[in-house]
């Protein structure tokens, strides 16, 4: 079962008119277009997702409510590409929920949780040609070392690293829980206590299967390139390499140049086009913690079209 996080705050915000032309990112299980649907009867979704098993429910569920949305099987880096093919030049809001969803994570045979036991895999499309046990079995120890600890943020990914390519030189990894052991075994027992060691090294692998960060802000990028004047982009994510990438980018397009910072008069084309909605980040309340355990590093950014 997945439980959209942040859900009212991203609807609340989002600026939905009857006829608005929205775009999901991450439709997943279709928790947020499907609210987002039944708000523009006279506008139109556009919904991306790589996950074939996800697109299937989402479909259904979409259908049961309206005709108008289209769902794309694509990345949502290709947004402008595959929107200007549909003769979409504007749109007039955007929403990205980064990260995993919980029925991905749920089903073991897609090889993303340390709990459960799988071939190592962890493609959220599964066309895609590389998969975690390539990455597990291939990379040399320099780029095992560099994702645990660049997208894992690992303290001992060396020595986990070190430790794979000693274990894959006898026979190769082929399961999650296979690969748990190996992890574990290169780690510290005081610091086995204080986390699960896997957690970071299967976050590592995964970024790095999906290209997860390297999308982010192109696709941000297009989502602005067509917003309307009032539009917004929302962003949801789930840990602090997503969030960095979301905030820096947020704050280079809504700064004041300093040269001019203070100045009375400022002829406003020299002002940002964007403005932040919240200075913030919007972090899961209280009840939604106990709610949804998930939700607890999640962090919402919303920028918007002012000119």
């Given at each position: ?167 894959r030189e006898s026979k190769p990894i082929e399961t999650t829980l296979e690969l748990v052991e190996i992890i574990k075994s290169a780690v510290p027992e005081k610091e086995k206590r204080k986390k699960h060691p896997a957690k970071q090294i299967f976050q590592a692998i995964r970024i790095e299967v999906n290209h997860e960060l390297d999308v982010i802000k192109p696709a941000l990028e297009q989502a602005l390139s067509m ?81």
């Open positions: 079962m997945h439980i959209s996080v942040l859900k009212d705050e991203l609807i609340d915000n989002l600026n939905l008119k009857e006829n608005s032309i929205i775009v999901d990112g991450t439709l997943g299980y279709a928790g947020d277009s499907s609210i987002i649907l039944e708000r523009i009867k006279k506008g139109f979704l556009f919904a991306f997702d790589q996950d074939s098993e996800a697109i299937e429910y989402s479909r259904k569920k979409l259908e049961s409510i309206g005709d108008n949305f289209t769902i794309i099987k694509s990345n949502f880096v290709n947004l402008k590409e595959e929107l200007n093919k549909r003769g979409i030049k504007q749109i007039d809001g955007a929403i990205f929920d980064l990260g995993v969803s919980s029925p991905q994570l749920d089903n073991k045979e897609r090889g993303f949780s340390y709990h459960e036991d799988a071939r190592l895999d962890m493609r959220m499309d599964k066309d895609n040609k590389l998969d975690a046990y390539y990455v597990v079995n291939n990379y040399s120890l320099n780029d095992l070392t560099r994702i645990f600890r660049d997208y894992g943020e690992d303290k001992f990914a060396y020595q986990i690293a070190k430790k794979i390519v000693k274990e917003l309307t004047v009032g539009g917004r982009v929302e962003v949801i994510t789930f840990h602090s390499l997503e969030d960095k990438i979301v905030k820096k980018y947020f704050k280079e397009l809504t700064e004041v140049d300093e040269k001019i910072k203070g100045m009375p008069n400022i002829d406003p084309k020299y002002l940002p086009d964007f403005k932040l909605v919240v200075n913030k980040a919007i972090i899961p309340s209280e009840e939604e913690l106990e709610n949804n355990n998930r939700s607890r590093s999640a962090k919402l950014r919303i920028i918007e079209k002012i000119k």
